[in-house]
């Protein structure tokens, strides 16, 4: 998805579920809660590490007060970390949402199933012509005319974005 994608079904998400956005710089940086209608909230950070964790305003007390690096995953609990894949000028990275198992993780999951189903199209091919389940992609996505990649490299690796990645299936 595009910049763009991630903004809309993000904050729809939020909006929809009433859960709270929450972002860290780095690892030494603490968590602070974010307006999640402000598009700056989830964009990029000169540091390493940035973390977007979205949860329940009433478990923010888990993840405000320490730095993100001192912040044990057992703490982390009943929040959802959201990565946006980002992107070049040769192609785009998959959107990543990740949790253990919660009652947060389980109505965003809900939710974010919804939104993709009205905002994006479902399953992808491979370069070798595989299909790939359970995957979205959007029109935005698709009319970039980017290569699209689970990982997007970076630095010495960035010609690897150059390669084909994965596409829409074909229509049947």
Same mark, same amino acid.
């Given at each position: 998805? &595009?910049? *763009?994608?991630?903004?809309?079904?993000?904050?729809?998400?939020?909006?929809?579920?009433?859960?709270?956005?929450?972002?860290?710089?780095?690892? *030494?940086?603490?968590?602070? +809660?974010?307006?999640?209608?402000? %598009?700056?909230?989830?964009? #990029?950070?000169?540091? +390493?590490?940035?973390?977007?964790?979205?949860? /329940?305003?009433?478990?923010?007390?888990?993840?405000?007060?320490? +730095?993100?690096? !001192?912040?044990?995953?057992?703490?982390?609990? #009943?929040?959802?970390?959201?990565? @946006?894949?980002?992107? *070049?000028?040769?192609?785009?990275?998959?959107?990543?949402?990740?949790?253990? &198992?919660?009652?947060?993780?389980?109505?965003?999951?809900?939710?974010?199933?919804?939104?993709?189903?009205?905002?994006?199209?479902? /399953?992808?091919?491979?370069?070798? $012509? !595989?299909?790939?389940?359970?995957? @979205?992609?959007?029109?935005?996505?698709?009319?970039? $005319?980017?290569?699209?990649?689970?990982?997007?490299?970076?630095?010495?690796?960035?010609?690897?974005? +150059?390669?084909?990645? @994965?596409?829409?299936? %074909? %229509?049947?």
């Amino acid at each position: 998805m &595009t910049f *763009d994608d991630f903004l809309l079904i993000n904050t729809k998400l939020l909006s929809n579920t009433k859960l709270e956005l929450y972002r860290s710089e780095s690892y *030494d940086h603490p968590y602070i +809660k974010v307006d999640a209608n402000d %598009p700056t909230s989830w964009g #990029g950070s000169a540091l +390493k590490s940035l973390s977007l964790l979205v949860g /329940n305003p009433s478990d923010e007390d888990k993840i405000l007060r320490d +730095k993100q690096i !001192n912040i044990p995953r057992t703490q982390r609990v #009943g929040f959802v970390d959201i990565q @946006y894949g980002g992107d *070049d000028e040769d192609a785009i990275g998959a959107t990543h949402y990740g949790a253990d &198992t919660s009652e947060t993780a389980d109505l965003l999951n809900r939710e974010l199933n919804k939104l993709l189903k009205h905002f994006a199209h479902k /399953n992808l091919v491979d370069c070798k $012509g !595989n299909e790939i389940k359970g995957y @979205y992609w959007t029109d935005a996505a698709l009319s970039t $005319g980017k290569n699209w990649h689970r990982y997007l490299s970076k630095d010495e690796k960035k010609h690897i974005n +150059k390669n084909p990645g @994965y596409r829409p299936v %074909p %229509p049947r």
